[in-house]
């Protein structure tokens, strides 16, 4: 069984940024993909951003230029760095972990998740 807690998120206005992290048990961390995945109110969990076991990142295409997906192997640590948001970026945010050494475009992908962090951005 893995845990993962998610933190990070917040109030922020428009243009503004926010790093979240997610810290998970278990000690083949880095033998595994992560990824970050979003739920605004009355739509789909989408997947924002995702990293292989090798550092290899996916963005969605809404996200890219300005989210980043990084890990830290040694800390259990996955981050999403968040700059220029937008009021569509408020969602809550999931990490997710995959027992795969490569990452995952799908919620269906991923075995264990986090409980969530609130990403609130105002214009």
């Known amino acids: 069984q893995v845990q993962l807690v998610e933190s990070g998120g917040g109030l922020v206005q428009a243009g503004g940024s926010l790093r979240l992290s997610c810290v998970a048990s278990g000690r083949t961390f880095s033998a595994y993909a992560m990824g970050w995945f979003r739920q605004a109110p009355g739509k789909e969990r989408e997947l924002v951003a995702a990293i292989s076991s090798g550092g290899t990142p996916y963005y969605a295409d809404s996200v890219k230029g300005r989210f980043t997906i990084s890990r830290d192997n040694a800390k259990n640590t996955v981050y999403l760095q968040m700059n220029s948001l937008k009021p569509e970026d408020t969602a809550v945010y999931y990490c997710?972990?995959?027992?795969?050494?490569?990452?995952?475009?799908?919620?269906?992908?991923?075995?264990?998740w986090g409980q969530g962090t609130q990403v609130t951005v105002s214009s």
């Open positions: 997710a972990i995959r027992r795969n050494y490569a990452l995952g475009r799908t919620l269906y992908d991923y075995d264990y």
